[in-house]
């Protein structure tokens, strides 16, 4: 009863399904604080669903999934599949580089709500420094979320090694123009 969290004005409770993350970002969380690794161990579909039975019972409906990278599991189409039948809401961490039209489609059909996606920057220098070179050109990815009806949040940084003030003016005027909420 001391979780005070909200999705969509209703309390929600977190839950994981995976523990790492095949990325390694400079400046991951789950990384500088010893949590991450390179080699991800996901739950099984049926272990997560059983959890969700047992927080449903609570009076849960809406879970805050807090995996660094929910979208990356590769059993991610039955995962959602099976959330369709848990008739729940629920929000996410994804990767701009995994938000294809179908992952999308899925994603809402199955009770996603929200989306949120580390953007950190549109200069492509910037990226590659800090580790997400895969996302160079994937920010219109969120056209697809937003097509199936997600809202969807970004996360920038400003003050990267190849940010000046010309630059930062340049990518947070065209990132202005992405359909996030």
Known sequence: KSYSKQLNGELSTPMITSRGCVNNCLHCNSNIMGGGNQFPRYRSTLNIIQEIEKIKRFGFQMLRFSDDNFTSNSNLQELLLRLTECNIQYRIFGRLDDLNKKTCELLKK????????????????????????????????????????????????????????????????????????
Do not use: T
């Not at 990815?141 to 940010?163: Q, T, W």
């Open 110 to 181: 199955s009770g996603c709500v929200h989306v949120v996606v580390g953007l950190e920057s549109l200069n492509p220098d910037n990226l590659s420094v800090i580790g997400k070179s895969n996302q160079i050109g994937k920010e219109k990815n969120i056209f697809h979320a937003k097509e199936a009806g997600l809202v969807v949040r970004a996360s920038c940084m400003v003050g990267l090694p190849y940010d000046s003030y010309e630059s930062v003016e340049r990518y947070f005027s065209e990132a202005a123009r992405l359909p996030f909420d």
